[in-house]
């Protein structure tokens, strides 16, 4: 979304002055914007006194865009056009550095950081190892793919067939039982567990990796 800016006053060339107009109104968010103009802007009036540039449909002008361009002189507008121009927009991101399998654990020595051009990108792409925190592949991953947020999913701290502790407790009384995992589970997901003991399935919160809880 372009944010609210003022009239840009004429400089001699629209051309220039549509690209200023434009990047005074994209996000100041340290991204990278290349704007290309087409060449007949050459063609548009060289003498006004400022032009202001809005979107036309979508609100944030990005890839392939149509723009609707206001001339003014004494204040009153004297013409518009619509110009077809082109947005991209360039990202330091996460890209693997190797083949990544579905279900591995993701850690920052997997990714390197790389300024990709990002414009086309359905799904956001990954700016920090920070975002990587307790997250697994959702699915494969080629290296040299840009990471976004579709590969990303919860870690499975428990593995199926893993041996727990069942723990239980009720004010002062805390019962344990030694459990095997039947299903794969994240942090705080609620898993089938076969208590040992008893053969019983019963279902359990995962607390870490060795640890799963019954609710009361």
């Given at each position: ?31 990278e ?16 006194d ?20 206001y ?43 790389a300024?990709?051009?990002?414009t ?20 494969a ?76």
């Amino acid at each position: 979304m372009l944010l609210p800016v003022a009239s840009t006053d004429a400089s001699g060339s629209p051309a220039s002055d549509i690209e200023q107009q434009l990047r005074a109104g994209l996000p100041h968010d340290g991204n990278e914007y290349l704007i290309t103009i087409p060449a007949f802007a050459s063609s548009l009036p060289p003498v006004y006194d400022s032009l202001k540039v809005e979107p036309l449909g979508d609100a944030r002008p990005l890839g392939n865009c149509w723009v609707k361009v206001y001339f003014f002189k004494d204040s009153e507008i004297f013409q518009t056009a619509n110009l077809n121009l082109q947005i991209n927009l360039f990202q330091k991101v996460l890209v693997a550095r190797e083949s990544i399998k579905q279900g591995q654990d993701l850690t920052p020595e997997l990714f390197d950081v790389a300024r990709r051009e990002v414009t086309s990108l359905a799904d956001p792409p990954i700016v920090s190892s920070e975002e990587l925190d307790g997250k697994s592949a959702a699915r494969a991953m080629a290296a040299g793919r840009t990471l976004t947020q579709s590969f990303l999913q919860k870690q499975e701290i428990v593995k199926r067939g893993d041996l727990v502790s069942i723990e239980y407790s009720s004010g002062s009384i805390k019962i344990t039982a030694s459990g095997e995992a039947k299903e794969s589970g994240c942090l705080g997901e609620t898993i089938k567990v076969k208590n040992m003991s008893s053969s019983r399935i019963i279902s359990a919160v995962v607390q870490d990796e060795k640890t799963v809880k019954i609710n009361k």
